[in-house]
């Protein structure tokens, strides 16, 4: 099925570095969405992008929609070891007549203190 | 406000046994609702979605099934597990046109 390109795949960064991920994809949606999921729990929504060019911020994470609405990045600044876990972007639009997610395969972020 | 709620968190079940999860959501009414699967460090897979009480669309030919009896409860189900549907289960609701998919905590289940 539809699927999102993101990297890297995963991460091993020191305790106090910037992060930075990225999606791409060959479809338009309407929304880009940024969770991370830690072991054995439910992903947990970060940040949600509604407008082509957005940027938005939630305390040290940053994201912005793509001018096309075809890809997004996440920052991180400042890493602190509960950044530790699997972020996931996900685009989200009408497919097939109903709101549905497709999502990135994940970017593992490992950090050492 | 809105909550998600799922159960089991966990669950070890032989293979040929039933299955039961449920799902249910607190603070909003008319919600889409879903269920994914994940494969260990993997990405999310759709299994199902419904945009109402008694609409269930599938999106991948599986042993499972699901339902939706009241408005805010899911439940998926399954008559004879397979060793294959071992994996996590999440439920997730999404409220509006563009509103982001909220999830629950998860159900790890094993099949024995």
């Known amino acids: 099925g539809q699927q999102l390109n993101q990297s890297p795949q995963s991460m091993f960064i020191q305790e106090g570095e910037d992060v930075s991920m990225n999606c791409t994809s060959s479809s338009i949606f309407n929304t880009w969405l940024w969770y991370k999921q830690d072991p054995g729990e439910g992903p947990v929504l970060l940040i949600a992008l509604y407008k082509a060019g957005e940027l938005t911020s939630n305390g040290r994470l940053t994201a912005q929609f793509g001018i096309t609405r075809k890809d997004s990045f996440l920052n991180i600044s400042a890493s602190i070891p509960s950044d530790v876990g699997i972020y996931f972007c996900?685009?989200?639009?009408?497919?097939?007549?109903?709101?549905?997610?497709?999502f990135g395969q994940g970017t593992r972020l490992t950090i050492n203190p | 406000s809105q909550t998600i709620h799922q159960w089991p968190a966990t669950l070890v079940q032989p293979v040929g046994s039933p299955l039961s999860l449920e799902c249910t959501v607190e603070g909003t009414s008319n919600p889409n609702l879903y269920w994914y699967r994940q494969a260990a460090g993997r990405g999310l897979q759709l299994l199902f979605y419904?945009?109402?009480?008694?609409?269930i669309s599938s999106e991948v030919p599986q042993n499972l099934s699901a339902s939706r009896p009241q408005d805010r409860q899911f439940i998926l189900s399954s008559k004879k597990l397979l060793l294959s549907d071992s994996g996590f289960y999440l439920c997730a609701f999404g409220q509006g046109k563009d509103q982001p998919q909220h999830f629950g905590d998860g159900t790890r289940l094993s099949i024995l």
């Open positions: 996900a685009g989200q639009g009408v497919i097939q007549g109903a709101q549905k997610l497709v």
């Open positions: 419904s945009v109402g009480i008694g609409q």
